[in-house]
């Protein structure tokens, strides 16, 4: 088949940037990839460029949303697919995506981890749980752009991603998808590894923190798709409440016998959640609106 795919990886400086790019030139589709585009910075200097890669830089440091619209606007490709400077692509993982395509407009895979460094894992725990490479294929409420597929001419009927999200980007951008009529697949067999480089405490309930923030936004208006922080905007109760709502929602984590094997996560995993639920305290007031 001709070259009909664009890749899109934004990029901070990752270290891990030139394994993500030895992954996609293994794939087993790669005659499908019309152009890689490496948006962002990259002062480790690992982008080599070449006749599939080219480096957009941005000069300075921007959000994801950022980059990565930056990335659609001068792609080619019939599909746009997205993956991250931090994940390393199984060698069939374009070549399941496109397959799952032919039914699917809207198509994200898997997210594979090791199970160490522990922080790390937590990190992959606490977020990713919900897209695990051994949980089935389906339907999904939202996906997550550092696995993802989408047609372009998706993107032309809903729009670009959100730049003044921080974090949450795109589960706003793919529920926006869903409001406009779009399903949103899940296809387990598209796999990448996750190595995102998270090394201590502190820094776990800084994301925890903003991610509450920035998607108790985003819960707030498609509340008629997924659901809000509780309480209704009573910011005062969520706090109160952070520990007892920061424990349910880390109990639905563990129900599925998938993450049994990361119960040791559990005390982590649960404190993310409570800074998630101190970040949302804000959200209702993140934008003027």
Known sequence: MAADTSIIIANLDSPLIDLTLKSLYRQSCLDRILEILVVGLDNWRLVSENELTRLIDTGKRVNAAVARNLGICQSCGTYIAFID??????????????????????????????????????????????FLSTSPSGMRRNLGTLNLCVRRDV?????????????????????????????????????????????SFKQLITIGYRSGKFNGWVRWQYRDLIAPPPFGGNSWLLYLFSPAIGLGATLRVFKSPRTWRYLHTFPVVFASKIAWCWGATRSRSLFQL
């Not at 991603?161 to 949450?168: T, V």
């Not at 980007?169 to 796999?191: P, V």
């Open 85 to 130: 400077s931090d994940c390393i692509a199984d060698r069939n993982w374009l070549a399941r995506l496109l397959d799952a395509q032919e039914k699917h407009e809207v198509v994200g895979g898997s997210v594979s981890f090791p199970i160490r460094p522990y922080w790390q894992l937590c990190y992959n725990v606490s977020m990713f749980h919900e």
């Open 155 to 199: 993107i032309k009927h809903v729009g670009l991603m959100d730049e003044r999200l921080d974090r949450g980007q795109d589960t706003e951008w793919t529920l926006r998808m869903r409001r406009a009529g779009y399903n949103l697949y899940f296809e387990s067999r598209a796999k990448i590894l996750h190595l995102p480089q998270v090394h």
